[in-house]
């Protein structure tokens, strides 16, 4: 009975969505049109830069909003893999998608899927600078992981129109 009972209990979230992006590739332009859309629809959406209160350590913060949020969009982009933080976030991302009902949804931002599985290309050139670090092999797992999943190409969709993009993603939440 316990265990039934247990299996039908959901978790509640304190966000609805939770923004992963490399700041200076997307914060200004896509994130924050793609932010202020859901915010729009009334989906409660974590952005780091919108929700940090001061003078608490970002880090466990973002753990914490990561662990709080029910769907992660994961805005990859051609410098995305140059930031540990980032990689990090990722990493911690995918253990949710793993271990809960959480759902990573992976957007590809001028890369294609490929270039961030394979790290080729822009992508490859980010991770450089990563690569030699001891966290490398669990960030290289986490982008091959992240790739495969099901998720949204900018180039592939609505012919590259980031408006028309943005609209399509938030319908998925509707």
């Not at 209990?9 to 200076?24: A, H, I, N, T």
């Not at 919108?50 to 709080?68: D, M, T």
């Not at 990573?104 to 690569?131: C, H, L, M």
Request: charged share 30%; with cysteine; net charge negative.
């Amino acid at each position: 009975m316990a265990s039934t009972l247990a299996s039908t209990v959901q978790k509640s979230f304190k966000f609805d969505v939770f923004l992963s992006f490399r700041g200076e590739d997307t914060r200004k332009g896509f994130v924050d049109h793609l932010y202020h859309a859901l915010q729009g629809k009334g989906i409660i959406t974590y952005k780091d830069d919108e929700k940090i209160q001061k003078g608490e350590r970002i880090s466990e913060q973002l753990v914490a909003s990561i662990e709080e949020s029910r769907f992660h969009i994961i805005v990859f982009s051609k410098n995305y893999a140059s930031s540990s933080w980032c990689l990090d976030e990722l990493v911690k991302i995918m253990e949710c998608q793993r271990t809960t009902e959480q759902t990573a949804i992976p957007i590809f931002y001028d890369v294609e899927p490929s270039e961030i599985r394979n790290q080729t290309g822009a992508v490859q050139e980010a991770f450089a600078k990563q690569v030699e670090k001891e966290a490398a092999g669990r960030w290289i797992d986490a982008l091959k992981k992240a790739a495969d999943l099901a998720g949204w190409e900018l180039k592939a969709t609505v012919d590259g129109h980031e408006s028309k993009f943005i609209q399509k993603i938030v319908k998925i939440f509707h």
